[in-house]
């Protein structure tokens, strides 16, 4: 079975401030898929980044970046010089190989509530 | 280029009436996916259609049933509502199968 785990809840910051929120996931499947999906006030889940199991570079977006490490089963997720707009509910996900099944069926974690004051 | 559209938006239904929602994705998108979303369990996997054929199913009872038409919008479909059934469902759309999602504003259903 699949597992992702964000053990943050909420995080509040100030503005501009850097920001990291974790995830765990936990897969038996030697092929599989992580995502970062963004959830603003207005409910649309919004996808920000896949990354496959056999790519551990870490990857810089702008102001997020993204820190990939099998090792700890961590995927986690970095925003710098944190924005107001950053304001949102955070969700990793997992889905597993394509061929068995895997591909658009998302395991989601329970997400982090990022706020971000003035 | 137009989103995912979902109807209703919002809608309320009383335990043991059924209800059916509806799901238009983007344009040259082959798969629909449904996701129900509550404050207790979070997002959890519903079904998946691809090309009209039922892909994947999570782990929901019968109650719960979709499909999928050749022009790829998707309906779900709720019978015998329990009040435990009351959530968000998100539909997403994808050209292919790499979990790259849109997602729609979903509809809020509420079962009283």
């Known amino acids: 079975a699949q597992k992702v785990t964000q053990a943050q809840t909420e995080i509040s910051v100030v503005e501009k401030e850097d920001v990291t929120l974790d995830c765990v996931y936990e897969t038996r499947d030697t092929t599989y898929y992580l995502f970062w999906y963004k959830q603003p006030p207005s409910g649309e889940l919004v996808f920000l980044i896949r990354r496959n199991s056999f790519d551990e570079q870490n990857e810089i977006s702008g102001r997020y970046s993204w820190n990939f490490q099998k090792s700890t089963s961590s995927f986690n997720f970095t925003i710098t010089a944190s924005q107001v707009v950053d304001s949102a509910v955070y969700f990793c996900a997992l889905s597993g190989d394509i061929l068995t099944g895997g591909g658009n069926k998302l395991t989601f974690g329970t997400g982090t509530q990022l706020k971000v004051e003035l | 280029k137009a989103g995912v559209t979902q109807t209703p938006r919002y809608l309320i239904k009383t335990r043991g009436q059924q209800v059916t929602l509806s799901c238009s994705p983007i344009?040259?998108?082959?798969?629909v996916s449904w996701y129900q979303q509550t404050p207790g369990q979070g997002l959890q996997f519903l079904f998946e259609y691809f090309s009209e054929t039922q892909r994947n199913k999570g782990n929901f009872p019968g109650r719960f049933s979709g499909r999928q038409f050749s022009n790829s919008r998707s309906e779900m479909n709720v019978s015998t509502l329990e009040l435990g059934d009351s959530a968000l469902y998100l539909c997403?759309?994808?050209?292919?199968?790499?979990?790259?999602?849109?997602f729609g504003e979903g509809s809020r259903l509420t079962v009283l």
């Open positions: 344009s040259g998108h082959r798969s």
């Open positions: 997403a759309s994808s050209f292919g199968l790499d979990g790259e999602l849109f």
